[in-house]
C-alpha cells in the first residue's frame, strides 16, 4: 500500500497503516493528547486520500 502522497506542493509520508488511520481520523483531543492527531487539516485530508486510492 501506498503511503506517501503530494498534497499542494507538499509531500506526506506516513510510516505504517497505525499512523494513515491515526491521521485520518476526525479531531478528537484524546488522540493529541497521545500524540497521533494530523498536525493541521492538509496533513488529515492527505491521510484520508490514500485511504481511497
Known amino acids: 500500500m501506498k503511503l506517501t502522497l ?3 506542493g507538499e509531500s ?3 510510516h505504517d497503516l ?3 488511520f491515526a ?3 476526525e479531531e478528537k483531543s484524546g488522540d493529541q493528547l497521545a ?3 494530523a498536525d493541521h487539516a492538509k496533513e ?3 491521510a484520508k486520500l490514500l485511504l481511497l486510492i
Open 6 to 8: 503530494s498534497l499542494l
Open 12 to 14: 506526506y509520508r506516513f
Open 18 to 20: 497505525k499512523e494513515l
Open 23 to 25: 491521521k485520518a481520523n
Open 35 to 37: 500524540g497521533i492527531a
Open 44 to 46: 488529515r485530508m492527505a
